[in-house]
């Protein structure tokens, strides 16, 4: 196992918290923090998380939040990467210094963070929604492409499979 994420709008903390002492993957999503007033149940449950998992994600979504966020080895530092869907209202430069996962964005933008920020891990949405119809990301052209033939029941894993491998092959040539 090696990523245990919850609901973000509406966590179940203690079923999340039983997955993940069950399954004690290397990395576990504590709740988002909306408002500064929730940083300190949100940083108690993660301490919990860090016993059965290598890495607690974070994810600061309020103003203050990050000066205030100690300086753990666990602890990785959620990025909502800015679409046209959503984002976070954090500026890289706050980012300095911490290890960050990266939520939500396309491949391609991901791994341009990467450059600038230190990404330990990254969401696969985007390759899985783009799965859904077949879509592929190319890590040549590093552009979605449509390649999956033929269609069927299985065509969503076989694109998701592919896109995976093809975002490996991107990050592993640089």
């Known amino acids: ?87 976070t209202d954090l500026m890289m430069a706050e980012l300095a210094g911490w290890s960050v996962h990266l939520l939500g964005g396309a491949p391609r933008r991901q791994f341009e963070l990467a450059h600038y920020l230190d990404v330990v891990s990254a969401d696969g949405n985007a390759a899985a929604r783009a799965a859904e119809y077949g879509t592929v990301f190319d890590a040549r052209t590093k552009r979605w492409q449509m390649s999956v033939e033929p269609r069927g029941a299985d065509m969503p894993y076989r694109a998701f499979a592919k896109s995976c491998q093809q975002i490996a092959q991107m990050w592993r040539d640089g």
Do not use: C
């Not at 309020?62 to 909502?80: D, I, Q």
């Open 1 to 87: 196992m090696s990523f245990a994420d919850l609901n973000w709008k509406k966590p179940d903390l203690d079923q999340h918290g039983a997955f993940v002492r069950e399954h004690r993957p290397l990395f576990a999503v504590a709740p988002d923090v909306l408002k500064l007033d929730d940083l300190t149940a949100t940083l108690r449950y993660a301490e919990s998380l860090a016993e059965w998992a290598d890495r607690v994600i974070i994810v600061p979504k309020a103003p203050g939040v990050m000066e205030r966020l100690p300086r753990e080895p666990w602890l990785v530092v959620g990025y909502s990467v800015p679409t046209k869907y959503g984002g």
